[in-house]
Structure formats: structure tokens, C-alpha cells
């Protein structure tokens, strides 16, 4: 018997031989995790709330927030819908083109752009949106609330908005020399 079982042992390929899961390149962030009650007639019941963003650092960003009984299966539902719903983010030299300030509810986040070398200067919560986007160096300032899922989609409003001169030269049907 011991034979048998050292003969299976054999050829099954070992854990580096074995095929790899196909990776897509999307790395995910879990930004916050809360726990959220609903008072209803029988008392309260408790659920998770957990905000996650998700990134291939090559201008692609997402956000999504999932619901759940459990905290993986809020962080696979929001995983899930930040997959479906990412944008892409004009990106250039490693920095964003101009500074802009991007608002949801009453928090603005101000971005500025960057000389090489100075990095992500960021809040938690825009940090993770700017590192999973690709950006390399950019300076932030958050003013107004700071609550996380209001920064988070601050940063993200702001940087859908952000367009390179080529982009605003075709809007206007011009050459790139005359912006």
C-alpha cells in the first residue's frame, strides 16, 4: 500500500509544475471595511460593508462597495462591481497632465501634478485609487469630509476628468500646436 501511495506521489506534478490560474493583471485594494446595522422589528441585524479598489496600473482604475453577512463575501461582491465598472485615467509621464479638484458630497480633493521622483503624496484613501492607477507622482490635499468612501470617489470623479492636450485638441478639431 505504501508502494501505491508514493507511485501517485510521483506523478502528480509538484506545486511548481502546476498551471497557474490566469491572472487578468487587476490588482485590488481593500480600502475600509464597516460593520452596518438594520434595526427592523425582530432587533438588528448586523451586515459588512467593505469599499475595495481595483487597478492594473497602466491607467485603469475602479471602485466598488459590497454588501454582505459575511466580510469575503462583501469584499468578492465589491471586487466584483469595481471590475465592471472601472475607468480609464490620462496619465502622462508618470503624472497627471494639469491639477484639478474633484468633489463628491463635501469632500474635494485637490490633485496636483508632480516632478519625477516625488512619488504618491496622498491620503489612505487616495493613495490607493493613485497607486492603482498607474500614477507615479502626484501631490494631494483633501479638504472638506474625509471620510473614505467620499475621497475615495472624490479621486476617482477627479481623475475621469483629467485630459491630456491631445485629447482637448481633437475635442476642438485643432492641432495639438495651437492649444
Excluded at 137 to 156: F, M, P, Y
Aim: charged share 30%; glycine share 12%.
Amino acid at each position: 500500500m505504501e508502494e501505491v501511495k508514493k507511485q501517485d506521489r510521483k506523478e502528480r506534478p509538484r506545486r511548481e509544475e502546476r498551471p497557474k490560474r490566469e491572472d487578468d493583471g487587476i490588482e485590488k485594494n481593500l480600502v475600509a471595511v464597516r460593520r452596518v446595522t438594520k434595526v427592523v422589528k425582530g432587533g438588528r441585524t448586523m451586515r459588512f460593508s467593505a469599499l475595495v479598489v481595483v487597478g492594473d496600473k497602466k491607467g485603469n482604475v475602479g471602485l466598488g462597495i459590497g454588501k454582505a453577512g459575511e466580510v469575503p463575501a462583501a469584499i468578492d461582491k465589491a471586487t466584483a462591481f469595481a471590475k465592471k465598472h472601472m475607468v480609464h485615467v490620462a496619465i502622462v509621464d508618470g503624472t497627471i497632465p494639469h491639477e484639478i479638484i474633484g468633489k463628491y458630497g463635501t469632500s474635494k480633493v485637490h490633485l496636483f501634478p508632480a516632478k519625477p521622483g516625488t512619488g504618491v503624496i496622498a491620503g489612505g484613501s487616495a493613495r490607493s485609487v493613485l497607486e492603482l492607477a498607474g500614477v507615479k507622482d502626484v501631490v494631494t490635499k483633501i479638504h472638506g469630509s474625509t471620510n473614505k468612501i467620499n475621497c475615495v470617489k472624490a479621486t476617482l470623479k477627479g481623475l475621469a476628468e483629467i485630459r491630456t492636450k491631445e485629447q482637448i485638441a481633437s475635442m476642438r478639431g485643432l492641432p495639438v500646436e495651437e492649444i
